[in-house]
């Protein structure tokens, strides 16, 4: 069975700082891996994700992603945060190559505050 | 930009009723999906449909839940005898196609209030 874990259910950092959510996965076969991200009030909005190739990974508002078999993980980051990356980001993964699913496997969630 | 919209935005009902979760999916996507987040948990699958079928569900969509397209434009969660339990967020999706390939666009979300 497939499952996520997001390190963190809240983080906080500076504006101008950098920015890391982490993401370890469990999948017995090769995943294909997303970050979502949700705004207040809004539904969640795909930031990037992983099927095959380059293992590292840019998506939309200048965040990356590096997917590391080794150590199963999918960890977000971007270098300077800015108070609108203030969200919670939603790391998911399912099942790759060829598995007949559109299901998508959600961790719990990271709460992203920036302050001032 | 085309959105997938869902009402309404929070419903409460008491314990045993039944509730119709409404999603207008985005007008060319032909994959539609429910999920549920229950209050700190994660994200969680309900169910997928496609060609006006049921084409995977979670061992939490039993019986008491359904799905329709009941025209062409929405798509709907019917809960019949409602639990405390299921109380959740749930989100809609759309997609034009199969994941990785197409992206998974979701609604807002329905706060469901089980009293």
């Known amino acids: 069975a497939q499952s996520v874990t997001q390190l963190g259910s809240h983080v906080s950092v500076s504006e101008g700082a950098l920015v890391l959510l982490r993401c370890n996965y469990s999948?017995?076969?090769?995943?294909?891996l997303f970050w979502y991200v949700q705004y207040p009030n809004q539904g969640l909005q795909l930031l990037l994700k992983?099927?095959?190739?380059?293992?590292l990974v840019k998506g939309i508002n200048g965040f990356e992603a590096e997917f590391k078999k080794s150590e199963t993980s999918f960890h977000l980051t971007k270098p300077s945060a800015h108070m609108s990356d203030a969200a919670e980001y939603f790391c998911?993964?399912?099942?790759?190559?060829?598995?007949?699913?559109?299901?998508?496997?959600f961790g719990t969630g990271t709460l992203l505050a920036v302050q001032p | 930009e085309p959105e997938v919209t869902q009402t309404p935005s929070h419903q409460v009902t008491q314990m045993g009723q039944e509730v119709i979760l409404r999603c207008v999916p985005i007008?060319?996507?032909?994959?539609f999906y429910w999920y549920r987040q229950i209050l700190g948990q994660k994200v969680e699958f309900l169910v997928s449909?496609?060609?006006?079928?049921?084409?995977?569900k979670s061992e939490i969509f039993d019986d008491q839940f359904s799905v329709e397209r009941p025209d062409g434009s929405n798509f709907t969660l019917k809960i019949r005898s409602t639990k405390l339990e299921d109380s959740a967020m749930y989100f809609c999706?759309?997609?034009?196609?199969?994941?990785?390939?197409?992206?998974?666009?979701f609604g807002p979300g329905t706060r469901l209030t089980v009293t």
């Open positions: 999706a759309s997609s034009e196609g199969g994941i990785p390939y197409y992206e998974q666009y």
């Open positions: 992983y099927t095959t190739g380059a293992t």
């Open positions: 007008s060319n996507h032909l994959y």
């Open positions: 449909f496609y060609n006006n079928e049921i084409s995977e």
């Open positions: 998911a993964v399912t099942q790759g190559h060829g598995g007949a699913t559109n299901k998508l496997i």
């Open positions: 999948s017995s076969v090769p995943p294909y």
